[in-house]
């Protein structure tokens, strides 16, 4: 059982930056990748970026590379998204999520964080 638990979510200018934080709890060493989802109004969720465990192999949505980067902190627990350059096309509620080894989908999620960006 993994508990993931967002923050830094707020209200940015176009061209700004601001960065999302995870912190992660529980059973953690068991998740073997990691990622960050969003979901905008009228569109479906999709993943923006993840990050392997052991590796740190990232993937990046074609919406924002070069313009965000993934990280972990292995002592901290925790997962971080920077947005720079960030567009008004990337207001959504951000998601981070978590998949254990073998498994077939995201299996933990935590709540969410709006993000908004003013043009």
């Known amino acids: 059982q993994v508990q993931l638990v967002e923050s830094g979510g707020g209200l940015v200018q176009a061209g700004g930056s601001l960065r999302l934080s995870c912190a992660a709890s529980g059973r953690t060493a068991s998740s073997t990748t990691m990622g960050w989802f969003r979901q905008a109004p009228g569109k479906e969720r999709e993943i923006v970026a993840s990050i392997s465990w052991l590796r740190g192999a990232t993937y990046y949505a074609d919406s924002v590379k070069g313009r965000f980067t993934i990280s972990r902190d292995n002592a901290k627990n925790t997962l971080y998204l920077q947005m720079n350059s960030m567009k008004p096309e990337d207001k959504a509620v951000y998601h981070c999520?978590?998949?254990?080894?073998?498994?077939?989908?995201?299996?933990?999620w935590g709540q969410g964080t709006q993000v908004t960006v003013s043009s």
């Open positions: 999520a978590a998949r254990s080894r073998g498994a077939t989908h995201y299996e933990y």
